[in-house]
């Protein structure tokens, strides 16, 4: 079963996230902000991440850069409702992030899923 990191402080749109993947049979890992997801994730390693951008505290960048490091396995998505918002360079020279942003509320979250498949694939293909 993989495992997925759902990293937003809204909790009606993590709820939305955890239905969805717990439905396409993800086990799923919840956190309201970057510093508490870290601390997940160092016990609990994951295959995938859905990253908010505007967090308390650590923001979704700043979490994606530790989160690499502690697992560069690991395949980030980001999903923000900041209308500006661009991904930075540093973080798309990461081979599992994805270049492609994802924009609150979400419509499809199968597209989100089927990105975060990809990444995993194409990080198993390079092994």
Known sequence: MRKILILDDE????????????????QV???ESGEQALKLIEKDKVDAAVVDVRL??????????????LNPETAF???????EYIVPKDLLDFPNVSGR??????????????????I?????KNE
């Open 120 to 124: 995993i694939g194409q990080k198993q």
């Open 29 to 31: 890992i919840q956190s």
């Open 11 to 26: 909790r009606g749109v993590m709820e939305s996230f955890s239905d969805y993947f717990e439905d396409r049979l993800w």
């Open 77 to 83: 998505v980001v999903c923000t409702g900041s209308p």
């Open 56 to 69: 308390p505290g650590m923001d979704g960048n700043d979490f994606i850069r530790k989160a690499y490091r």
């Open 101 to 118: 942003l994802f924009k609150k509320p979400v419509n499809n979250f199968s597209e989100i899923e089927e990105e975060l498949l990809w």
